[in-house]
């Protein structure tokens, strides 16, 4: 168990709707990563936050967001679906974001869009 | 562009029988090479962390080699068992950058049969 809680962990939608991915990083973890795990493809980057702020972001899509809240929890925010957005979504946490830290992955959410 | 290339895709092995394998990278100056273990649908778990000055790292039967030379790394495993099966990710950390610039591999599937 890395510490990393996301929810759902399984979902199923259609195209055009919205979800929400939820993710609780480790105790005292204040960077949260997300990213994106298509079929048979390497983990793609899609967005960092530290201690509620945007640090970095990657390949998101504009109808992708995501936010930090004060308790560090984050939440993903992916709207008008279309079936190429079927993926697992992956939350990591680490304590500073810098490039030595040590990076906990959650259990991932699947999500299919229909 | 900064890569990171692992073979073979995939590998049927025996339980007991020992496995190697492969990465290649073009990140270039790098910080540390990580190498994750993935089970099917799980999140990935990491097996070593080597900085760019270290060029071996054991994690009970899993060893990790490192020439920054010639830009390779391998990862060795010894004595395999039936819980090894799972993907085998090589990350290479730029040191431009923080954990956000971590550049992933696809990943070598490694099946254990009895």
């Known amino acids: 168990d890395s510490g990393v809680t996301q929810t759902p962990k399984h979902l199923i939608t259609a195209t055009g709707q919205r979800v929400t991915l939820r993710c609780s990083p480790r105790?005292?973890?204040?960077?949260v990563y997300w990213y994106q795990q298509s079929l048979d493809q390497g983990l793609q980057f899609l967005i960092q936050?530290?201690?509620?702020?945007?640090?970095a972001k990657g390949n998101i899509l504009e109808r992708f967001s995501a936010q930090q809240f004060p308790d560090l929890h984050s939440e993903l925010n992916l709207s008008s679906l279309e079936l190429g957005d079927s993926a697992l979504y992956f939350c990591?946490?680490?304590?500073?974001?810098?490039?030595?830290?040590?990076?906990?992955f959650g259990e991932g959410s699947r999500l299919t869009v229909l | 562009k900064n890569q990171v290339e692992q073979s073979p895709q995939s590998l049927i092995i025996l339980e007991g029988k020992n496995c190697t394998l492969q990465?290649?990278?073009?990140?270039?100056?790098?910080?540390?090479l990580r190498w994750y273990k993935q089970d099917t649908g799980r999140g990935p778990v990491s097996l070593t962390i080597?900085?760019?000055?270290?060029n071996t790292k054991s994690n009970g039967r899993y060893t990790a080699t490192l020439d920054a030379d010639t830009k390779q790394s391998s990862l060795h495993i010894t004595a395999s068992q039936l819980s090894d099966s799972a993907s085998y990710i090589c990350?290479?950390?730029?040191?431009?950058?923080?954990?956000?610039?971590?550049?992933f591999g696809k990943g070598t599937k490694l099946t254990v049969n009895p």
């Open positions: 990591a946490s680490s304590q500073t974001g810098g490039r030595t830290g040590e990076l906990f």
């Open positions: 105790s005292g973890d204040l960077s």
């Open positions: 936050y530290y201690n509620g702020e945007e640090r």
């Open positions: 990465c290649n990278y073009t990140v270039s100056p790098f910080s540390n």
């Open positions: 080597m900085t760019f000055s270290e």
């Open positions: 990350v290479v950390t730029p040191l431009q950058g923080g954990s956000e610039k971590l550049v």
